[in-house]
Structures are given as C-alpha cells and as structure tokens.
C-alpha cells in the first residue's frame, strides 16, 4: 500500500531547542518525500523536500534525512522559535506519478517561550 | 505567486443539501485535487484532475463528485450532504507530470459544517 505513518502527532519545545518528526512509508516505488507546514487558518505549504537519490538536505534551520532501506525519513528543526508553531505534514510521492502526493497524519509542533 | 483560492472559508448545510465547493488557480495548472482534512486523520485524497473533463477518483471518493469545465477551476460536490461530510476541505494544484515540478499549492480551505 501506500500508507504514511507520521509520529508524534503532538510535540511541545523549548524556544531553542530541536524538533524531530518522523515517518515511515510502505511502497518501496516512493521516490519523494515532501514537508508541509499549515499555519493556523491557512493551506499547507511546502517547506521543504527530498529525493530517493539523496540521503539528506538543508535548508537553513531545516533538514530532513531519507533512510530508503528502512523506509522512513525525518524532519529535523534546529533552534526552534515560536513562529515554528504549526501543524507538520509529511508525504510520500513519485516523481512523474501525476504528482498525487499520500500525506502522513501531522504533527502539532509548539514551541513554547 | 501561485493563487488557489476557494470560494467560502466556512459554510454551513444542512443534511441532504447539494453542496458545491468551488477552488480556483490562477498559474495553469494541469493538476488539481480535492482533500479531506480532519484530526488524527491527516490529508486524504478524495478526486483529483489531471485536465479539463479528466478526473480521477482518489482514496475516499464515496458521496463526492467533481466537474473540471475550465482548466482554471475544480469543483468539488457533495450530492447529498451528511453529517459524517463535516470537515476541512483542502483544494491544491500543480504542474503536469514531467515539468519537474512537484509542489502542490494548497487553498487556505473550506470549513463545512452539516447540521
């Protein structure tokens, strides 16, 4: 199948501290494995994303890794500040698949003064 | 900036009304879909589009249906509305396959409530 499991569903930081979210995926096909971000009273927005070709990518305070053999990948905030506070989705995908993402079931992440 | 916009932030309906939710894109997109957004339950896939007049079911089609006239607009229906329908609706679009493009840009959402 194509399920996403995402854990945890809540998590509560310290400002300054760092914030890991994992999942897991079951088809071995995936090959994209995109982050959202949903403020409150918005639409997710991407934030960040990565290719089966690639074991891990940064972009400023964000990072995700990809373990393909073990079937999961995670998002990693470092220095984490209120603004962080949101609602994380992961996704899993294939390249040239008609873009139909599967999204994992979100993570409220709150970052606490 | 890519634009999707939906026609109603929140709206409320009674059981066994015809509801029409409306999603607009302004990049041309060939791609767009329809989500379901509800706690503990993440995102789920109820039709997307890859053209006009082409649609697709996704992972939770029953009591939907959708209309793809224009390119630029998708529209998501619900015959019949039941209580078990109230919910978070999420429009997203995108580029066609093989642009390289892989984000989807999501509407800020329409909160249906059915009495």
């Known amino acids: 199948g194509e399920n996403v499991e995402q854990h945890p569903s809540t998590l509560s930081v310290q400002e300054g501290d760092s914030a890991v979210i994992k999942c897991t995926y079951s088809d071995s096909a995936s090959n994209y494995f995109p982050w959202y971000k949903q403020e409150l009273g918005k639409g997710p927005q991407l934030i960040i994303d990565i290719r089966s070709n690639v074991g891990e990518k940064k972009d400023q305070r964000i990072a995700v890794t990809l373990n393909k053999t073990a079937k999961h990948f995670s998002l990693h905030i470092t220095e984490t500040q209120p603004e962080d506070s949101a609602v994380y989705f992961c996704a899993r995908g294939l390249t040239g698949g008609g873009n139909k993402l599967t999204f994992g079931t979100g993570t409220q992440l709150k970052v606490e003064l | 900036d890519v634009k999707v916009t939906q026609s109603s932030r929140y709206l409320v309906k009674r059981t066994g009304e015809k509801v029409f939710l409306e999603c607009v894109q302004d990049?041309?997109?060939?791609?767009m879909f329809w989500y379901r957004q509800d706690p503990g339950l993440g995102l789920r896939l109820i039709y997307f589009s890859y053209d006009v007049k082409m649609k697709e079911k996704g992972d939770i089609p029953e009591g939907y249906s959708v209309s793809r006239e224009k390119k630029e607009r998708f529209s998501l229906i619900l015959e019949s509305a039941s209580t078990n329908q109230t919910s978070m609706y999420l429009c997203?679009?995108?580029?066609?396959?093989?642009?390289?493009?892989?984000?989807?840009?999501f509407g800020p959402g329409t909160r249906l409530t059915v009495t």
């Open positions: 997203a679009s995108i580029s066609g396959s093989g642009t390289g493009a892989y984000e989807q840009y």
């Open positions: 990049m041309d997109h060939e791609n």
